[in-house]
């Protein structure tokens, strides 16, 4: 009986620690220059190859600040952290190799080869541990309390631009709503239109390539794309519509009072107009297309989820069909 009531309070509380994480809009999210600053702090003050920022779910490890690794994620099942979060505590292992818990690790074993390994909790105010910062050597050596003072204060740091850009609306980028406060617009207005039974439409797109100018212009010339397009695409829609930034290069675009077809034809000038627009670039210049998704709600279509998941159906179907075009979920 002991066992399995202590089974179902773990259950439930993991149940709301990936509520309290959820709530944040963190995961999946594009780079973030405060947070980037905070892991490449870590990294030269514990002179280290490897600092992490990460967040981790019901089944990996994301990272949202990364210095020195490769990959964007990892499973939680093979992740250090995920004890991190289990007790709460600072986790302190100075020679990965010859630890029991973690000598068999894929990542001991294998690539990046750890060997030191520190890592405090990311804990909310309500005391639950959403993710961790943490540093990693492949060399084994020691640690002490100074240090894992330093770190809590780095995840300290981490927590403050968490609760700060969990309070934005707006994107600092483009000036358009963020990711979390659309997302919140949307399940407002969806609400209200289904309750007056109103039409309601919501278009996302995501610019075409977007990587390639990155990797050949550099981020600032990619940053100066992003705020062009989104300023043209404002410039083209209603005082009623509402622009987000969903993540990286993708948007989306909410049409009250507006049925599929009044939405294809409202993401089709759009697109038009964003093609045409051209972005000098330190005396170069770029020209940007994009692909839309459109999707209405009603039909079982009912929340926000669901709607942004229907226009993302609408808009891989046009990257698929070649890009720079319009598709409405089928």
């Given at each position: 009986m002991v066992d399995t009531e202590t089974r179902t309070d773990a259950a439930d509380t993991e149940t709301r620690r990936l509520a309290a994480l959820a709530s944040y809009d963190i995961l999946d999210t594009p780079p973030e220059e405060n947070f980037d600053r905070i892991g490449r702090m870590i990294r030269r003050l514990f002179k280290v190859p490897i600092s992490i920022i990460s967040f981790i779910d019901g089944d990996r490890q994301w990272y949202k600040a990364s210095e020195g690794m490769g990959v964007s994620q990892v499973p939680r099942e093979s992740s250090f952290c995920k004890r991190t979060i289990e007790t709460g505590k600072p986790l302190i292992v100075e020679d990965a190799s010859t630890d029991p818990r973690f000598a068999d690790n894929p990542y001991v074993t294998g690539d990046p080869g750890v060997r030191f390994y520190l890592s405090v909790p990311l804990t909310t105010k309500d005391g639950f541990h959403i993710g961790t910062v943490c540093v990693i050597d492949t060399k084994a050596r020691q640690t002490g309390p100074l240090e894992v003072?330093?770190?809590?204060?780095?995840?300290?740091?981490?927590?403050?631009?968490?609760?700060?850009?969990?309070?934005?609306?707006?994107?600092?980028?483009?000036?358009?709503?963020?990711?979390?406060?659309?997302?919140?617009?949307?399940?407002?207005?969806?609400?209200?239109?289904?309750?007056?039974?109103?039409?309601?439409?919501?278009?996302?797109?995501?610019?075409?390539?977007?990587?390639?100018?990155?990797?050949?212009?550099?981020?600032?010339?990619?940053?100066?794309?992003?705020?062009?397009?989104?300023?043209?695409?404002?410039?083209?829609?209603?005082?009623?519509?509402?622009?987000?930034?969903?993540?990286?290069?993708?948007?989306?675009?909410?049409?009250?009072?507006?049925?599929?077809?009044?939405?294809?034809?409202?993401?089709?000038?759009?697109?038009?107009?964003?093609?045409?627009?051209?972005?000098?670039?330190?005396?170069?210049?770029?020209?940007?297309?994009?692909?839309?998704?459109?999707?209405?709600?009603?039909?079982?279509?009912?929340?926000?989820?669901?709607?942004?998941?229907?226009?993302?159906?609408?808009?891989?179907?046009?990257?698929?069909?070649?890009?720079?075009?319009?598709?409405?979920?089928?």
């Open positions: 003072e330093l770190l809590a204060e780095f995840a300290d740091m981490a927590m403050d631009e968490l609760e700060l850009r969990n309070r934005a609306t707006r994107d600092a980028l483009t000036g358009c709503l963020s990711r979390r406060a659309f997302r919140e617009e949307a399940s407002r207005t969806i609400a209200l239109s289904l309750r007056h039974d109103l039409p309601l439409a919501l278009i996302t797109f995501d610019l075409d390539h977007f990587k390639s100018i990155n990797d050949t212009f550099g981020h600032a010339a990619g940053d100066e794309v992003l705020k062009a397009a989104a300023a043209t695409i404002m410039r083209t829609m209603r005082r009623s519509d509402v622009l987000g930034r969903l993540g990286g290069e993708e948007f989306g675009v909410l049409l009250p009072n507006t049925d599929l077809a009044g939405a294809f034809e409202a993401a089709e000038r759009m697109r038009s107009v964003l093609a045409e627009r051209e972005v000098d670039i330190g005396g170069r210049t770029l020209t940007v297309t994009a692909s839309f998704g459109v999707a209405a709600a009603g039909n079982g279509v009912e929340t926000a989820e669901a709607l942004l998941a229907r226009a993302d159906e609408g808009l891989y179907s046009a990257k698929r069909s070649g890009r720079n075009r319009s598709a409405a979920a089928s």
